[in-house]
């Protein structure tokens, strides 16, 4: 599998992604800087977590209007899974990738901690090594992870079991103290109609190695080289 | 020149005065020069002569702490000290002071201290790779602590975040001395390669100066005098002094200048920090006995109508000066173009030995390079030992039932978690962050390595007011054991010396002998000073902090998987003190927290005892032994194991002997003392009394309490409660 890493200004969790992908391809990613002229061939494309642009005027709005995404969007379109963490979630819901927003924090302050996480569904390139209602630690680390979209939305996103991860407690339930940013439904990662891109807050990349801490990432880590061998 | 009109005119006294110039400075800035210095001329020598660049009271005393070894690269006297790790790695680090910003603007004074020391550090060649801070605020009685904390957390988690340089540990805590003058410290560390390190000194006369990164604006003019006075009511005023920072500049600043490395285009190069372009000139010409001319029409400004003096002595952020080889300035160009920075060449390295500055072609000032800096004022200051305190005996302090006072203890200000703050710092990016803050000490993995650094800031501010001799050097050792209980062998460290005014002879007195503490223990655990910051003038209205010599230490680790972190990890396990508990009360958190009493000497600090049992502790963690370590510190002995059950979530049964008082064993601040966990205690116990260290196993790892033997029991759950809950609460209020 051969995956490319978007770099805008800022990006800063681009060596996270590298590793973990590596590590379970066997292949280094290919990191694109945003001016370069053509997008190479790719099996995934990732938008990394960070501050692109520095997070000024709202989070990821910059960069989503930066010439290299509508060539992400074309390739989207046509099937090429797509990944936004973090950042590069912020960045894909701006791009009009994915629906809804993702507001500040309702603490109003940066939260960077280990969080349990429920995956929704196994049915996507992302979860398939996962069990659907398995509940996985993973870290966040961000300010602005306060999911929201319309009702009509969250209810179409559940309908069509697009919602991969909630917050929930470690016992699996989605109880109001396990979901600090404060997003919609409790909401912590979607995917488009199609299944190809998905967008999450937590960072899967910082939970794949035994040594620091958590290796709950490891199954999305896994299913992705298994999908797209 | 003509000194004619204007900014070009003679200064006066009157105006080297409020530059905080004395009579006697200004008098020898005439003579250096010759002639009267102009306005732009005299802001020059003000801040190269303040105290904060100049280092004029405490130099005399910082030559006293050894700065060499065998892993030292390069000491004190660059932008920062460098060590060897082995295989040809290195690691850069050091520790500075924003007090006085953070105090005035806490979230633009904090996060520019972050931005201030990052670039210290990478200016030679080395990707930051950790973070740390050091905290002291005031009384969470007074009432402007907690918008400090609010400020100073948020500037430091803003820059720290966005950068995408892990924050993994530090310290805060409280006292009323700090009320109008907190303490904000921040140490960063990078990896290099041992053979491409960057440094400051001039070379090549004829080669251009080059100036990169961020615009010169109004902010921050005079911020390094103002660090160098007392405080007073108006210094709300001052917020103009401060910074302002932008840490997405400063990320691209990074990544251009790590790219620039790459190749050989850079002869010489220095961070613009405090004093902006003036000291990173002088500098960069004194330290290559050089001279320098800069065209300051050239420098990019994002106001119009800059004077001179304002260019000069602008403390604005994120920028850098460099002396490229003359063939690599394409190169050079084009990397900041890719990452749009201002790149622009604004002088030229001269053999003059002199710094000349023009403006529209008009010579503006002119002045002898070697002189400013060689012949910048020194002290030697006059200074009064600390009188010494009385030792207090145990048995005349009242004794409190152990498992109360362990519930008071690890739920006041000082011991109380500090998750709430290192939460808002990114402590994972960059995904090798092995131990996370909470711990003894950091470890942070070197990226494609098995190796790991520990890293940790220690300082205990009340035992240095007590005796600043002892508190100096067990500021260094509690560092020392730091590292070592998890397992690192402790290489180097970098101080930041907080005090009050040094013109008071008892202020002085503090500073000369935590020096000549810390020198002690530098020498005895062979752990030298690589960098390092004086923040002096540290007083409101008069009233100085107490004295508080930060010391951040860098340890190694040759296999991140060994490293050991202080939760029970089993139940059954034995628990063992290693180091001689006599039951230490003086100066305790028991005394003050429980008593409210700041009194007696504080604990003594046995060097030869503390690298024995140390080197004891790292012997038998490499060796496998040993399930979990942490170091007794701050509350005693029941309140490290008090913490070590927290973060295991696992209880433990104690027991305390029967020769001592029951609250001196639980709560005295002996040090020198680790408690570890084992399988099994006789292989321990053994190779303790072989290697003639005090060993005592005092319980036992299991159930969901701690239970001390025929007393009282707290749930582990309880004690997490009562020490999770302070910080949260009081900044909920």
Redesign the interface.
């Known amino acids: 599998m051969q995956a490319a890493i978007i770099l805008f200004?800022?990006s800063?969790?681009e060596?996270?992604v590298h590793?973990?992908l590596e590590r379970v391809t066997g292949k280094a990613p290919l990191k694109v800087?945003h001016?370069d002229s053509t997008l190479p061939k790719a099996d995934l494309i990732v938008v990394p977590?960070?501050?692109s642009?520095?997070?000024?005027l709202r989070c990821g709005a910059m960069a989503a209007h930066s010439p290299i995404m509508r060539e992400v969007k074309a390739r989207a379109n046509t099937g090429t899974p797509v990944l936004g963490i973090c950042n590069g979630f912020q960045i894909i819901t701006e791009a009009g990738l994915l629906p809804g927003v993702l507001l500040t924090n309702r603490t109003l302050?940066?939260?960077?901690?280990d969080v349990h996480l429920r995956v929704e569904t196994s049915q996507s390139i992302y979860t398939r090594r996962y069990n659907a209602g398995q509940v996985i630690r993973v870290?966040v680390?961000h300010?602005d992870g306060n999911y929201f979209a319309d009702k009509d939305t969250l209810d179409r996103l559940e309908g069509e079991g697009r919602v991969a991860f909630r917050y929930c407690s470690e016992a699996g339930e989605t109880v109001d103290e396990a979901n600090d940013n404060g997003s919609a439904r409790a909401i912590a990662g979607i995917l488009n109609e199609k299944r190809n891109v998905l967008g999450l807050m937590p960072?899967p990349?910082?939970a794949t190695?035994p040594?620091?801490?958590s290796t709950g990432g490891q199954g999305f880590f896994a299913s992705l080289a298994e999908a797209l061998a | 020149m003509s000194p004619d009109t204007g900014a070009d005119a003679a200064a006066t006294l009157d105006q080297a005065r409020q530059f905080g110039l004395s009579e006697d400075e200004f008098k020898r800035a005439c003579r250096i020069m010759g002639r009267t210095p102009n306005f732009t001329e005299l802001g020059i020598f003000s801040v190269m002569w303040s105290e904060h660049c100049s280092y004029k009271s405490s130099k005399v005393w910082l030559k006293k702490l050894p700065t060499t070894g065998k892993r030292v690269i390069c000491g004190p006297g660059e932008n920062a000290g460098v060590i060897d790790i082995g295989d040809g790695d290195a690691a850069i680090f050091k520790m500075e002071s924003h007090n006085h910003p953070s105090f005035i603007e806490p979230y633009q004074g904090a996060a520019t201290g972050v931005g201030g020391i990052l670039r210290d550090v990478f200016t030679m060649g080395a990707r930051p790779i950790a973070n740390l801070n050091a905290l002291r605020f005031g009384s969470p009685d007074h009432p402007k602590t907690k918008h400090l904390i609010d400020g100073v957390v948020r500037g430091i988690g803003g820059y720290g975040n966005c950068v995408g340089v892990p924050t993994v540990g530090g310290e805060c805590n409280f006292h009323p001395s700090y009320n109008g003058n907190i303490l904000v410290n921040a140490m960063t560390v990078g990896l290099a390669r041992a053979d491409r390190i960057f440094y400051s000194a001039a070379a090549g006369p004829g080669n251009p100066v080059i100036y990169v990164g961020a615009k010169t604006g109004r902010d921050g003019i005079h911020g390094a005098t103002m660090a160098s006075a007392e405080f007073s009511e108006d210094n709300e005023s001052k917020r103009p002094t401060v910074q302002v920072g932008d840490p997405f500049t400063e990320k691209l600043l990074i990544e251009a200048c790590l790219e620039l490395m790459e190749s050989d285009a850079i002869v010489a190069i220095q961070d613009m920090g405090a004093a902006g372009l003036t000291s990173s000139s002088v500098e960069m010409a004194g330290k290559g006995g050089l001279g320098i001319e800069l065209a300051l029409d050239q420098v990019p400004t994002r106001e119009t109508a800059m004077s001179p003096y304002e260019i000069m002595l602008s403390e604005s952020q994120e920028r850098m000066l460099m002396i490229l080889k003359p063939e690599r300035q394409e190169l050079a160009r084009q990397i900041f173009d890719k990452w749009e920075l201002d790149f622009a060449v604004i002088g030229r390295v001269t053999d003059s030995g002199r710094l000349v500055l023009t403006m529209h072609g008009r010579t503006v000032a002119d002045m002898p390079v070697g002189p400013l800096v060689s012949e910048a004022p020194l002290y030697e200051r006059p200074w009064t030992p600390a009188p010494a305190l009385p030792e207090l005996a145990a048995k005349t302090i009242e004794a409190r039932e152990p498992i109360a006072a362990l519930k008071q203890l690890v739920a006041c200000p000082d011991l109380a978690s500090k998750r709430w703050i290192w939460e808002q710092y990114d402590h994972l990016v960059m995904g090798h962050t092995v131990q996370r803050p909470g711990g003894d000490a950091a470890v942070v993995r070197l990226p494609g390595r098995k190796k790991a650094l520990a890293l940790a800031t220690d300082c205990t501010p009340r035992y240095c007011a007590a005796d600043p001799k002892r508190g100096g050097a067990q500021a260094v050792a509690e560092n020392w054991r730091n590292l070592t209980a998890v397992g690192a062998l402790p290489l180097a460290i970098t101080d930041n010396m907080n005090f009050g005014n040094p013109e008071r002879p008892e202020i002085m007195g503090q500073f000369a002998q935590s020096i000549e503490g810390m020198r002690e223990a530098c020498l005895a655990l062979d752990y030298p000073v690589v960098s390092g910051n004086v923040s002096l003038y540290n007083e409101t209205n008069g009233s100085g902090i107490l004295p508080t010599p930060a010391i951040g230490g860098v340890g190694l680790i040759d296999d991140a998987a060994k490293s050991v972190s202080l939760g029970f990890k089993r139940e059954g396990e034995i628990v063992v003190v290693i180091g001689e508990t006599k039951g230490w009360l003086g100066q305790s958190l028991y005394l003050r927290e429980l008593l409210g009493r700041e009194d007696g000497a504080p604990p003594p600090v046995d060097l030869k005892a503390e690298r024995h049992n140390g080197d004891f502790v790292r012997a038998q963690i490499r060796a496998g032994v040993v399930s979990a370590c942490h170091d007794v510190a701050d509350g005693g002995l029941l309140v490290a194991l008090a913490e070590m059950a927290m973060a295991g979530g696992i209880g433990a049964t104690l027991s305390a002997p029967q020769d001592q008082p029951a609250h001196a064993f639980w709560f005295g601040e002996d040090q020198g003392r680790y408690v570890l966990t084992c399988r099994s205690a006789d292989a321990l116990l053994q190779a303790a009394q072989k290697a003639n260290v005090p060993a005592r196993v005092v319980g036992k790892t299991g159930g969901a309490a701690l239970t001390l033997a025929g007393g009282n029991a707290i749930s582990v759950a309880e004690l997490k409660r009562l020490n999770e809950a302070w910080l949260p609460a009081y900044m909920a209020q």
């Open positions: 200004p800022g800063n969790r060596q996270d590793d973990a800087w001016r977590g960070g501050f642009y520095g997070d000024y302050r940066f939260h960077c901690k870290p680390a300010h960072h990349e910082n190695d040594l620091l801490g």
